[in-house]
């Protein structure tokens, strides 16, 4: 059922067995496998997902290679419909562990917003993260590229950019250092940009000068290009820097504040699961992009399947064996 203000006090009462915080496609997915286990599950969706902003999919098995994530996702939540389980759009503020079952404190609509508190016995933290863009003065001049030929993740698209003039444009040495030598796999034409936010070491300008790879530490003015398609950057200086694609890893946010007041076991930003996908709290699951792991579509789909897998198990094993009363002998 989608819920909302006006159906909300038909659910305020309910115990769930699984609340998921995201609704991206691990937290569907996680959604439809608990459902079809006939387990109760309810997904609490703050909108725009990391998956999303993808315009195309080109990686993503089955599917034709120009599908947009927001299909996607889409498709994904007309599944999890058909399968009986509830849906919110609603920011989740915190989650309280409270023994037997976790309290999670929401705020509904961005306009005369409006709090509640679900429960369940078990949480799947499906948030995910956002990527940190080149934060320049007019940002949708970004979001015309980003997701086209502006990319953020290497591993997704690093074959979209074999043998082209790429801008990597960098938040840290340390990701210079981690991903340009890699991505020169896909290509060696590579322009390194700091946008003026960081200093690079001499160690690391020797290193890339000895590979070729121009370094721009002038701020950007704005990306150029038509039609989506990035083709170059101007800098505050005027001057102009030719592309045909883009690379940007500058971080990223990591949407996790609500399970502050609980601890849980961290590798940097990202949550420690075992191979289930269970965190360090036996009752708490951790799926996609929070995880330690790789950041793919693909793979969040299948951590939710792994975390439902494992908590409708722990469940059954509570539980127990159902009985066929008609067919028990009575002892007199």
């Known amino acids: 059922m989608e819920l909302s203000k006006k159906n909300l006090n038909e659910r305020l009462h309910q115990i769930y067995d699984v609340i998921i915080v995201g609704g991206g496609a691990g937290g569907l997915?996680?959604?439809?496998?608990?459902?079809?286990?006939?387990?109760?599950?309810?997904?609490?969706?703050?909108?725009?997902?990391?998956?999303?902003?993808?315009?195309?999919?080109?990686?993503?098995?089955?599917?034709?290679?120009?599908?947009?994530g927001k299909v996607l996702l889409?498709?994904?939540?007309?599944?999890?419909?058909?399968?009986?389980?509830?849906?919110l759009n609603a920011y989740v503020e915190e989650v309280i562990d409270e023994g037997e079952t976790f309290a999670v404190k929401v705020k509904i609509g961005r306009v005369n917003s409006i709090s509640a508190v679900f429960r369940s016995r078990y949480l799947i933290a499906a948030s995910g993260i956002i990527d940190n863009l080149p934060p320049l003065a007019e940002m949708r001049n970004v979001y015309d590229y980003a997701g086209y030929n502006l990319h953020v993740c290497m591993v997704c698209d690093g074959y979209e950019m074999t043998d082209k003039k790429c801008g990597f444009f960098a938040g840290s040495e340390a990701s210079i250092e981690e991903m340009v030598f890699?991505?020169?796999?896909?290509?060696?034409?590579?322009?390194?940009?700091?946008h003026g936010s960081f200093a690079v070491s001499p160690n690391m300008r020797q290193k890339l000068q000895e590979h070729g790879y121009p370094l721009v530490e002038t701020q950007i003015q704005q990306f150029l290009g038509h039609n989506h398609q990035m083709t170059g950057v101007e800098l505050v200086d005027g001057s102009v820097i030719e592309l045909e694609t883009g690379l940007i890893s500058m971080g990223s946010h990591y949407h996790n504040t609500y399970l502050q007041g609980i601890n849980l076991e961290l590798k940097g930003n990202n949550l420690v699961t075992d191979r289930m996908c269970r965190t360090s709290h036996p009752r708490i699951f951790a799926i996609g992009d929070l995880k330690v792991g790789l950041n793919q579509v693909v793979?969040?789909?299948s951590d939710g399947a792994l975390a439902a897998t494992q908590i409708w198990r722990d469940i059954r094993h509570s539980r127990g064996a159902r009985r066929w009363e008609e067919h028990l002998t009575v002892n007199v």
């Open 299 to 301: 793979v969040a789909a």
């Open 74 to 87: 889409q498709q994904g939540k007309e599944h999890y419909a058909s399968v009986d389980g509830d849906f």
């Open 182 to 194: 890699n991505l020169s796999w896909f290509t060696p034409y590579i322009t390194v940009f700091t």
């Open 29 to 68: 997915s996680a959604g439809i496998y608990l459902q079809r286990f006939r387990l109760s599950s309810l997904i609490i969706d703050k909108g725009k997902a990391r998956s999303f902003w993808m315009q195309e999919l080109h990686n993503y098995l089955g599917l034709p290679p120009n599908t947009p």
